[in-house]
């Protein structure tokens, strides 16, 4: 840890008794160049130069004068690159709230810490940091271009893995959503969230979605043939749906690898259904749904307009996001919307997937209270095809077992 002396680290809070403590907590971790300010005004002083600009901010939300939330601001003025961590005394929805902000405004968040301050958790925080820290030429921080994406289209280096979605109510594999991974010849797997992007801002999308798609229809096919009837989720943009062509290509891939139709589901985020101009993907998702394909509308509750879109589109299944799944047990408001999303997509006889199910107590959120099906890593991390058959065999055997009607862990 003797590395962490040399990350500095800028504490700001109106309470002096906190900075002292914040202070012993980070040296008995390691850090060692620690600044303490006891208002905004001081700390934006120190960020103003090169030498004390810190590489990581402790930031006390509540504070007179400059507050939190003030103070932020003032640091995407100033493009501000390091870290951040909120501590304060608020409650876990206010801290929610105060981090959305944070990651809108695009500055780095390491999480939070409730006052009176738990050490363990703060160095949970911190100790998973350092090591990026200190390594600034990871591959994780490797940027791709559009060439890169390019490349890796024409040389099929995009990999399709498979994540299992099961049946609350027995355990029966129902299907697999499709998740992409990059096989990058030099830096490994590279997760979807470092190049998706990259091929939407570059019109590169659709190239990418229609590989990912026929490995998938393909897939399916040799499972169907083999007697594995799953039924195999893609997910879609907004900017495969700009042509009438997007829907002739789905039907001849699956009448090609002799495919029924109803064990293909054609996934849209939410968030992404919606323009000015719906004609063109409003007439391809409907004839779609008259072939039989399903739809689901996927990160329900996550974009602005959810309710028109289970109006105006003809979805079939609906997705909760994960981020009001995963401790919905414990927490008053993700259990809210939660028991709301449900509801609403049992009154409108839609098929529930609650995505994002990490462990024993979400599982059973879910069979209390009446969802479809759940997928998340409790049940399987996304595998690759040829995986499939082993897990489902382990999978088959926890049923059987009876691993999963056991009550949640305390």
Known sequence: ????????????????????????????????????????SDALKKIDHADTCPDLILLDLNMPDMDGIEFVRYL?????????????????????????????????????????????????????????????????????????IKSAIAHQELVNYYQPKVSVENGDVIGVETLVRWHHPQD?????????????????????????????????GKWHQSGLTL???????MDNLASLNFQDMVVNLV?????????????ITESQVMGPDARIPLEILTRLRLKRFHLSIDDFGTGHSSLSQLRDIPFNELKID????????SDDTLRAIYDASLAMGKQLGMDIVAEGVEDRNDWELLRETGCDMAQGNFISEPLLADDLPRWMEEWQNRVRAGLLDNPPAS
């Not at 002096?16 to 905004?40: E, Q």
């Not at 939407?200 to 490995?215: A, G, H, S, Y």
């Not at 039924?231 to 943009?237: E, G, K, M, Q």
């Not at 009448?255 to 996934?267: A, S």
């Open 188 to 220: 490994g797997v590279i997760m979807p969230d470092r190049f998706i992007h990259i091929a939407e801002d570059n019109n590169l999308i659709d190239d990418l979605t229609r590989l990912v798609l026929t490995q998938a229809i393909v897939q399916a």
């Open 231 to 237: 039924r195999v989720s893609i997910n879609v943009t």
């Open 322 to 329: 994960q981020g009001f799944v995963h401790r919905a047990w």
């Open 255 to 267: 009448n090609e690898n002799n495919l029924p139709p109803q064990k293909i589901v054609i996934e």
């Open 76 to 148: 995407v003025d100033r493009q501000y690159h390091g870290k951040l961590v909120l501590v304060s005394g608020e409650d876990e929805r206010m801290l929610k709230t105060a981090e959305r902000l944070v990651h809108a405004h695009k500055i780095p968040m390491l999480g939070y810490v409730h006052k009176p301050v738990d050490p363990g958790k703060l160095a949970e925080i911190l100790l998973g940091w350092t090591a990026n820290a200190l390594n600034p030429l990871s591959p994780s921080r490797k940027i791709y271009s559009a060439d890169d």
């Open 1 to 40: 840890m003797d590395s962490a002396s040399h990350i500095k680290i800028l504490i700001l809070d109106d309470d002096t008794f906190m900075l002292k403590l914040l202070s012993r907590m980070l040296v008995k971790l390691g850090y060692t160049a620690i600044t303490t300010c006891d208002n905004g």
